[in-house]
């Protein structure tokens, strides 16, 4: 009887073993990477995800659908953007932690949109980082956040758990 039981209960146990390693992997995963995604406000009017950013200039004006859109002013402004944002990643290759870049789209006013740009960066590089994007930054506190501002970029920028998000409206950052 008792041979019985335990050719039973053996295999359970085992299992629930199983599981139980792989929850507490499966939770120091989600604990060590934090999407950009998270970063970016909930009234986005488009998200985009561009998965190579250090060739995204050139994509983009092999694109058709981009090209046609090109005499949008607010186009050609990500256009100009991108090409500065990829070789930003192209010179600090080392700084960020992966590929891949954010671009959600708001409406901040009744007659005016923004950008918010977002990427997971390095975490050993959090205040190193700023240093790269500009020379001229002033930082401020703002809702026990740090909030920068190039002037020469006419940007705001600010580092959250590892990911770096940008915008020239202040509101967004």
């Known amino acids: 009887m008792f041979s019985k039981v335990l050719k039973i209960i053996t295999p359970f146990i085992l299992i629930a073993i199983i599981f139980l390693i792989a929850h507490n992997t499966y939770q120091k995963t989600q604990n060590s990477t934090?999407?950009?995604?998270?970063?970016?406000p909930t009234n986005a009017s488009?998200?985009?995800?561009?998965?190579?950013?250090r060739n995204i200039s050139t994509y983009l004006m092999k694109s058709n659908i981009w090209n046609k859109l090109n005499?949008?002013?607010?186009?050609?402004?990500i256009t100009k953007k991108a090409k500065e944002i990829s070789d930003l990643f192209i010179l600090n290759q080392d700084a960020f932690d992966s590929n891949i870049l954010f671009i959600s789209f708001h409406k901040v006013s009744s007659n005016k949109g923004a950008e918010l740009f977002s990427t997971n960066i390095k975490s050993?590089?959090?205040?190193?980082?700023?240093?790269?994007?500009?020379?001229?930054i002033k930082s401020y506190i703002y809702d026990n956040q740090t909030i920068y501002?190039?002037?020469?970029?006419?940007?705001?920028?600010?580092?959250?758990?590892?990911?770096?998000?940008?915008?020239n409206n202040k509101m967004l950052v």
């Open 34 to 40: 934090k999407s950009p995604i998270t970063t970016i």
């Open 46 to 53: 488009v998200i985009l995800k561009l998965n190579d950013v």
């Open 71 to 77: 005499n949008i002013h607010q186009i050609d402004i």
């Open 124 to 136: 050993n590089l959090n205040n190193k980082i700023i240093e790269l994007l500009s020379t001229d």
């Open 149 to 167: 501002f190039s002037n020469s970029l006419k940007s705001y920028f600010s580092i959250s758990e590892d990911v770096l998000f940008w915008s």
